[in-house]
């Protein structure tokens, strides 16, 4: 079985501060993790993912997530949060063996001017 | 030149009404999925096709059932609608070959009953 643990429901920053978004996983074999956004009203968009190599991803918008095997987490970071970064933030995890995705509950992100 | 593409995008209906929700991709994927997203925005699978084939079917109702005429195409038709339907489904697609991959999601379709 695999599950995805989000434990802030909300995150408040202000602008131009450090943003953490936190996640954590369970999965039976090597995990394929992935964090989503998705901004009102809108579907889901990929931001990044960590397949296999270092330990530090790079995606989209200046996002950046880092992986930890011995403390199962893959937290999302970005060192300097905009206004427009203000949306829901999903954290995914997929078993290299297995079809399906599934998501955390998600993590609202406001970012303040 | 959209990937994945729902229609409608808004439906809006009354209980007991059977109504159909349909996707389709263009990205030469051959699994596709269907996501509730409910009301705390939580995100839980329904059920996915690989090619044409059912593969993951969650505990979801027998009044939803997902038809997949090809691999391009993944429809979701709910029998007997109630009031707990109303959320925000979401299909999504990904090759098989590439399993590292994400999903690429269409826009949703917003679903109320009244």
């Known amino acids: 079985a695999q599950s995805v643990a989000q434990p802030e429901d909300q995150v408040n920053v202000a602008e131009g501060n450090p943003l953490t978004v936190k996640c954590t996983y369970s999965v039976s074999g090597n995990p394929y993790l992935f964090w989503y956004v998705q901004y009102p009203n809108r579907g889901l968009q990929f931001l990044l993912k960590?397949?296999?190599?270092?330990?530090l991803v790079k995606g989209s918008y200046g996002f950046e997530a880092e992986f930890n095997k011995s403390q199962t987490s893959f937290h999302l970071k970005k060192p300097s949060a905009l206004v427009s970064d203000s949306a829901l933030y999903f954290c995914a995890v997929r078993d290299e063996r297995d079809y399906k995705l599934s998501f955390g509950a998600g993590t609202t992100v406001t970012v303040r001017a | 030149d959209t990937a994945v593409s729902q229609t409608p995008k808004y439906l809006v209906t009354q209980m007991g009404n059977d109504k159909s929700i349909k996707c389709e991709q263009n990205l030469g994927h051959d699994t596709m999925y269907w996501y509730k997203q409910d009301s705390k925005k939580f995100l839980k699978i329904m059920f996915s096709y690989n090619n044409k084939e059912l593969i993951i079917n969650e505990t979801v109702p027998n009044r939803f059932s997902p038809k997949s005429p090809d691999k391009a195409h993944l429809n979701l038709h709910i029998n007997s609608l109630e009031l707990g339907d109303s959320a925000v489904y979401f299909c999504a697609s990904s090759l098989t070959d590439r399993v590292w991959d994400g999903y690429t999601f269409g826009s949703g379709t917003r679903l109320t009953v009244v």
């Open positions: 960590y397949i296999t190599g270092d330990n």
